[in-house]
């Protein structure tokens, strides 16, 4: 009798660990993630821009740092879907759903 052979292997775990690697898949390519991060990364670009705007600039857009509040803006709206992300993470769906037909 061989001792070396595969130990027995309990279907429960197996489910458990797949489960796992769904849910991180899931996690991994959630689409808020992107754009949150993407968000965030030219939030910070066109923030610097704005803060160093030459008067020219700024006059010609009648006084108003318009790179500054629109990267302020990007700046905060990916922090919010990074947050939203973070707090409601995605699910994978179950595996013996099925889809519905289109």
């Known amino acids: 009798m061989d001792n070396h052979s595969q130990p027995a292997q309990d279907p429960l775990i197996d489910s458990t660990?797949?489960?796992q690697r769904r849910s991180a898949a899931a996690?991994?390519?959630?689409?808020?993630r992107v754009i949150g991060g993407l968000f965030v990364a030219y939030g910070i670009i066109v923030t610097l821009?704005?803060?160093f705007d030459s008067r020219a600039e700024i006059d010609k857009?009648?006084?108003?740092?318009?790179?500054?509040?629109a990267g302020l803006s990007m700046l905060v709206f990916g922090l919010l879907m990074l947050l939203w992300q973070w707090l409601r993470p995605a699910e994978?769906?179950?595996p013996n759903e099925q889809q519905p037909d289109a």
């Not at 996690?27 to 808020?32: G, K, M, T």
């Not at 857009?61 to 509040?69: D, F, S, T």
Request: hydrophobic letters at 45%; glycine letters at 8%.
């Open 27 to 32: 996690r991994l390519f959630d689409i808020r």
């Open 49 to 51: 821009i704005g803060i």
């Open 92 to 94: 994978p769906p179950a």
């Open 17 to 19: 660990q797949e489960e």
């Open 61 to 69: 857009a009648e006084g108003v740092r318009i790179n500054l509040w």
